[in-house]
């Protein structure tokens, strides 16, 4: 099982940044300072059937060559001055880049059986060490069958500096999903944007509200996430959560790109490219090689708005319809949509309730750390701002205070603001 594992490790990942440790893995300590402080490994990613997870080491003495070592049990055996982690049962070479930094991403073999451990240790050849070696702590995990894990940051770009902030916050949730955000700077929505990674397609959630260069920065990532794996670039798909001006403006980007398919923003293309049978009750599923994703209508914000359902991470991507912030009902009493996104609510709930749900992420943030608190519309600095993510207890209540609401009404809640325009 592990050579097959092996076969498929495929060295230095895209992103050699140290990525912080996260479920399932646990650190089981035993590192082994060189000349310096010890080196660090971290694991990223769950150990999931087919499922790509990375281990990176930080803090190595740059360019120098180093042994990954992975094992089925936990050995810890005296090695040198220090502590062999796992057995030896597949050793793969690495070097250092110039930041004392390495990854290594590999694919969890679908035949694993669940509860399968991996051990893994960073051994570093350091030649000004006592002992010419210097090595990381252990870590382990378990093949799991629930959904993969990823982790987020904690604190999003904000607004703090202008002039040294980056357009474009790239962010790995896990080795195959990416969330970027656009600067405040450059737009007060902010919007985020989600890029889901499958073998045959790479799946882009809106293109933002314009002045970026979001094109480049995601083809690179769609090139470079093929490229680490040695597999053909898959086909960037681009959809949108909804019409509106700040989740399409990077449209025409993408438009002039040989081989990107971008969704058109109507009602009849949103249907039509989804193949919808009817919009919007029918449940669509896409599978981008690997992955399966599945697409709802919930118009109600606005009358093309779609939710997806991305099976692997069990996250729900829910666009402007619920998010930390300030959720417009556009045309609430005008046009009927209060009831139209009452009823687009309550088919996300019906959808989820069956299904795993670790995430609910939505396009914007406007809600502060303080509870009810949101930022001034406009607002071009955020500090102090909300974490991203919520959960199921947000879309249930959201559910219920609009259940508790026949007229449309404002209502403020902790993380959101259900927010009636007309
Ligand atoms: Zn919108």
């Not at 499958?198 to 882009?204: D, I, P, T, V």
Request: glycine share 10%; charged share 10%; aromatic share 10%.
């Amino acid at each position: 099982m592990l050579l097959r594992l092996v076969s498929a490790c495929l060295g230095l990942a895209p992103f050699a940044a140290a990525l912080p440790q996260e479920y399932p893995w646990q650190d089981l300590g035993l590192s082994l300072p060189g000349a310096g402080a010890a080196p660090t490994l971290s694991g990223f990613g769950g150990l999931h059937p087919d499922a790509w997870f990375q281990l990176s080491v930080a803090g190595a003495q740059p360019g120098a060559p180093l042994f990954h070592v992975l094992g089925l049990a936990q050995a810890s055996l005296p090695l040198f001055a220090g502590t062999l982690v796992p057995f030896p049962d597949v050793v793969v070479t690495g070097v250092a880049d110039g930041a004392g930094r390495a990854s290594l991403l590999a694919k969890w073999p679908a035949s694993a059986p669940l509860g399968t451990q991996l051990v893994a240790q960073t051994w570093v050849l350091e030649a000004a060490a006592p002992i010419a070696v210097s090595a990381t702590n252990g870590i382990v995990a378990a093949a799991a069958s629930g959904p993969e894990w990823g982790a987020f940051p904690d604190q999003w770009i904000w607004g703090q500096n202008c002039q040294s902030e980056v357009k474009i916050q790239v962010h790995a949730y896990n080795p195959d999903f990416y969330i970027l955000r656009q600067s405040i700077c450059t737009n007060f929505e902010a919007p985020f944007f989600y890029l889901l990674m499958g073998e045959q397609k790479a799946l882009l959630l809106d293109t933002g509200a314009g002045g970026i260069q979001l094109a480049t920065t995601v083809t690179s990532l769609v090139a470079q996430w093929a490229a680490a794996r040695s597999i053909p670039t898959p086909q960037l798909v681009v959809v949108h959560s909804h019409a509106h001006g700040d989740h399409v403006q990077g449209d025409s980007q993408f438009n002039a790109i040989p081989g990107v398919q971008v969704a058109g923003t109507s009602v009849n293309a949103v249907t039509n490219f989804f193949g919808f049978a009817p919009w919007p009750t029918d449940v669509v599923t896409l599978d981008l090689g690997g992955r399966l994703v599945d697409v709802l209508g919930i118009p109600g914000h606005q009358a093309a708005h779609i939710a997806l359902y991305d099976r692997r991470t069990a996250t729900l991507l829910t666009g402007d319809s619920l998010y930390p912030g300030r959720l417009y009902v556009n045309g609430a009493s005008s046009q009927g949509n209060w009831n139209v996104f009452k009823t687009s609510v309550q088919r996300l709930v019906d959808f989820t309730n069956p299904r795993p749900l670790a995430w609910v992420l939505g396009t914007h943030i406007e809600m502060s750390n303080n509870p009810g608190v949101n930022f001034p519309i406009g607002a071009r600095v955020h500090p102090n701002e909300r974490r991203l993510e919520l959960t199921r207890a947000h879309l249930l209540l959201l559910d219920a205070e609009l259940d508790a609401l026949p007229t449309p009404a404002l209502k403020v809640t902790p993380d959101f603001i259900i927010y009636p325009i007309n």
